[in-house]
């Protein structure tokens, strides 16, 4: 079995775990032990997450909403760019402060 060191991506804590992958499919987690953040330990959400990942519901392409208000695939460039053009719209709209990103460091 393989592990692979990632970052939980549930929410904003940013624990450290590792993904236990089998044959190619994500089977469990096991936390970091010196992570800074969890202390080796996960909230359920964590422990639990990786289980969307084989889901059969689970989205693996963007969907943009057409004319009609259905969802429709797209490619990943169509929506990075469709994303590219609604953030200069908001900005050209209400300003350079309408938007914010933000990255945390540790």
């Known amino acids: 079995m393989k592990k692979v060191l990632t970052t939980c ?3 904003g804590c940013g624990c450290n775990y590792y993904i236990n992958v089998d044959n190619n499919e994500i089977v469990g987690i096991t936390p970091k ?3 800074i953040v969890s202390k080796g330990k996960l909230c359920v ?3 639990q997450l990786y289980i969307c990942v084989n889901h059969n519901d ?3 392409q963007p969907l943009i909403k057409n004319k009609d208000g259905i ?4 490619t990943w460039e169509i929506a990075f760019e469709f ?3 609604s953030l200069k719209n908001i900005i050209e709209k209400n300003g350079p402060k309408a938007v ?3 990255f945390r460091s540790r």
């Open 33 to 35: 032990n010196n992570d």
């Open 71 to 74: 969802f429709e695939e797209v």
């Open 100 to 102: 914010r990103v933000s």
């Open 9 to 11: 991506g549930y929410c």
């Open 45 to 47: 959400k964590g422990w």
């Open 58 to 60: 689970r989205l693996k």
């Open 83 to 85: 994303i590219n053009k």
